[in-house]
């Protein structure tokens, strides 16, 4: 590499030793059987309820196993997924906005307007999206949004169009470094008679997570959705987030169960957010936005709404031998070799190169990320965490905002859809307006 890229951790609170590391894998799957007959019935499997790492038949194998299992089973933290997804969007939120640089159509005067009837352009590459001209032959630091964007129809407009610009971009390197420090920060805990320790695992519901990655692949975007930009000082465009090229986070249950978690769709107007005072962690309480976005696609959602993914890859972080091989020292830091041991997984997951930037954007958060996972864990703050986060959708003047309408509208139409749909003979696939109307959430 034609740069040093080590990076190291700052004021490290973790409370444990700088020693190697090692990662603990959880079951992948429960076809290993019975750990004491090997009995492998379907509907038997029952999990150790206190490491989740163990398999029965029954009650009767449990029992005769506890003498043997109790030296390695210890305590075990569990912490839920549906409570704890939340810290991810915050850190996540909190990089995209405050601490990268920002996008020059956030520093410079927005002269065309933003507002939600703007009708999507043709550019000449022949994509469509809606066009913002920006005025980029001076810069400033904009604390007045009508002066940044003066033909807005409002300030919240305003507002939600810089938060869009804000938040686009750089999924890959944020979504690895929460991988890594997962990995590192979680998984590498361990418990049992001869380490003292507590072994820290993420759950989803009642089953223990079994694998998480980061998916690649496309998101179905319309037009009036995506953003692009035209400078005025030379007259090039630019086109925003490319919808075609997305990635998020998967989450995979024992019991093989998926969910995900996408924190890169505030972009195209999917604007569902958490709230963020519960869930951000000390150092970033005085820095945090109001709200990050985050879209839990769980089982409620699979059930409820359309699909509006096509997944070409996927890559395992939590089973990944690289990535264990960068976390080993993670407690301080990273070395150029363990920085491009992350970035051989970014490329897998990208299906392409990738930038010295993308690499250092990746190795940079890792750390912070480490630090502030490391304060929550520590002090057990996800024991304090609403069981279910306090949600909501930020959406333009004149859409319905009630989430709790949603799945109500959706079965109340439900026929008149299919019918519609049938009569019009589309198989096409939902885009992201298609979903927000189908929550009830439609301008």
């Known amino acids: 590499m034609s740069t040093p890229l080590a990076f190291e951790i700052a004021d490290c609170n973790c409370g444990r030793s700088h020693a190697m590391s090692s990662v603990y894998l959880p079951l992948k799957d429960l076809s290993s059987g019975c750990a004491v007959c090997g009995v492998n019935e379907e509907g038997r499997q029952r999990l150790c309820s206190s490491c989740g790492e163990r398999i029965y038949c029954s009650e009767d194998c449990q029992i005769k196993d506890w003498p043997k299992h109790k030296l390695n089973c210890g305590q075990t933290h569990r912490i839920n997924l549906e409570s704890f997804y939340p810290v991810l969007a915050v850190l996540a939120d909190f990089t995209r906005c405050l601490t990268l640089p920002p996008h020059f159509a956030v520093t410079s005067q927005v002269v065309s307007e933003p507002n939600p009837s703007l009708v999507p352009s043709q550019l000449p590459s022949g994509l469509q999206a809606k066009l913002l001209e920006v005025d980029d032959t001076r810069t400033s630091l904009f604390t007045d949004l009508f002066q940044w964007a003066p033909l807005a129809q409002s300030e919240p407009v305003a507002r939600k169009m810089m938060q869009r610009i804000m938040r686009q971009g750089n ?13 590192g920060e979680m998984y590498t805990t361990t418990s049992g008679r001869n380490t003292g320790g507590v072994r820290t695992r993420l759950q989803y519901r009642t089953s223990p997570i079994a694998d998480f990655g980061i998916a690649a692949g496309s998101v179905k975007v319309h037009p009036s959705d995506r953003l692009a930009f035209r400078k005025r000082s030379t007259g090039t465009y630019v086109r925003g987030q490319d919808p075609a090229h997305h990635f998020w986070l998967y989450f995979t249950t024992v019991r093989g169960e998926e969910v995900l978690l996408d924190l890169s769709v505030f972009t195209f107007n999917l604007c569902m957010v958490v709230q963020s005072a519960p869930y951000a962690p000390p150092r970033l309480a005085a820095h945090a936005i109001d709200v990050a976005p985050a879209y839990f696609v769980d089982r409620a959602i699979r059930k409820g709404a359309a699909n509006i993914y096509t997944e070409r890859r996927r890559v395992s972080a939590l089973r990944d031998a690289r990535l264990h091989r960068a976390v080993r020292y993670i407690q301080h830091g990273l070395d150029d070799a363990e920085a491009e041991l992350i970035g051989a997984f970014m490329r897998d997951v990208a299906g392409r190169s990738v930038t010295e930037r993308e690499i250092e954007v990746a190795g940079t958060t ?3 990320y480490c630090g502030l996972l490391g304060d ?6 996800w024991r304090r965490y ?3 986060p306090p949600l ?4 333009d003047p004149g859409e319905s905002v009630d989430p709790d309408d949603a799945p109500k509208r959706k079965n109340k139409n439900k026929k008149k859809k299919k019918k519609a749909s ?4 589309q198989g096409s696939s939902p885009t992201v307006e298609d979903l927000m109307a189908e929550l009830g959430l439609g301008q």
């Open 366 to 368: 890792t750390m912070q």
């Open 392 to 395: 909501a959708i930020q959406a």
């Open 171 to 183: 999924a890959l390197p944020l979504l690895t470094a929460l991988c890594v420090a997962l990995l």
């Open 376 to 381: 929550v864990l520590q002090s057990e703050a």
């Open 386 to 388: 609403p069981e279910r």
């Open 422 to 425: 049938q009569s019009q003979g």
